[in-house]
């Protein structure tokens, strides 16, 4: 995939336009629109048009997927070209502007799609009507798409975030249409979980990511492409201290050097609240409760090889 931080010089492409910012199922329902379907639109260019994340997200909206993430998704979905320009570059363009000098001839595009909510141009004074009405006069194809519902309410990162924030991961990875999950380096600790016979993955979130509900997750983890049920503890290790929050994660059937890589840790249920213990032998006991139940939570996920709806 093509990942451009300006607006490039295109031809022939189906642009979905939108924050993206979780990648979840509404913003899929946009990007699937890209795909031509039929006659002249079947082989176009698929492409994303965005900005760069310090626009997208605002105080107290931390991210939910990272860069990295929201771009090999994206490949995965089939686009070609992902673009990301400072938002500082277009905010001034008109929406007649932003669709003809943008859209039209920069881009050259033959199919747009976005969602019905969609605002564009100086002040957001654009709408998806704006959007559909300035197509139709071009002869270009415009497709707008109705919000996602789940559990009869429109899906948005906020609710996601939400989600996330009350330990609700089955809620949260049925609005995104995957696990929630997370790749980041793996740091050394104080290695007690080796003395303990329970050696841990230590990874810290970064500055702007979401940090789930403090407690302890079933969860699967993916190590060079072989999946191993887990389960993970996300705080500041109450019983031992820590100085700050972080993703702690028991691997039982690997064993093996992980420093220094990055590691993807999958969220599957949540399972308690993240306690403190009177001893090192108690916090052994829980951890190898805890380790038999988020076997049998995780159990279809290793079975079947895939978690469900991976992108």
């Not at 993916?222 to 389960?231: E, P, Q, R, W």
């Not at 500041?236 to 840790?265: A, M, N």
């Not at 249920?269 to 995780?298: H, Q």
């Amino acid at each position: 995939m093509n990942i451009y931080k300006d607006i490039p010089t295109l031809s022939d492409t189906a642009i979905g336009l939108g924050c993206f910012d979780g990648i979840h199922l509404g913003h899929k329902a946009v990007i699937d629109a890209t795909a031509g379907d039929s006659g002249r639109f079947k082989n176009l260019s698929r492409t994303v048009f965005s900005f760069s994340d310090d626009v997208i997200y605002k105080k107290n909206s931390l991210h939910i997927a990272t860069f990295d993430d929201k771009c090999r998704i994206l490949e995965n979905f089939g686009i070609e070209n992902l673009i990301v320009p400072p938002f500082e570059s277009v905010r001034q363009y008109s929406p007649e502007a932003f669709f003809r000098d943008i859209l039209i001839d920069r881009l050259g595009a033959k199919l747009i799609s976005c969602g019905d909510n969609y605002r564009f141009g100086k002040n957001a004074s654009g709408s998806s009507k704006t959007m559909r009405e300035f197509c139709e006069s071009s002869q270009i194809e415009c497709k707008i798409i109705p919000p996602v519902t789940y559990e009869k309410a429109i899906i948005s990162s906020s609710r996601i975030r939400k989600c996330l924030y009350d330990g609700d991961v089955q809620g949260a990875g049925a609005m995104l249409g995957r696990l929630f999950s997370y790749s980041f380096e793996v740091v050394s600790g104080r290695r007690l979980g080796r003395k303990l016979g329970t050696p841990t993955i230590n990874q810290y979130f970064p500055e702007n990511f979401l940090i789930p509900r403090y407690g302890v997750y079933a969860s699967v983890t993916d190590i060079h492409g072989t999946k191993y049920h887990s389960v993970t503890n996300i705080g500041i290790k109450p019983t031992v201290g820590w100085h700050r929050p972080l993703s702690e994660t028991w691997i039982p059937d690997f064993s093996g050097d992980l420093y220094g890589q990055c590691i993807r840790v999958s969220l599957v249920a949540f399972m308690r609240g993240e306690c403190k213990f009177n001893s090192v032998e108690e916090l052994k006991a829980a951890i190898l409760r805890d380790a038999a139940n988020s076997k049998s939570l995780t159990a279809d996920y290793i079975r079947n090889g895939e978690l469900p709806h991976e992108f």
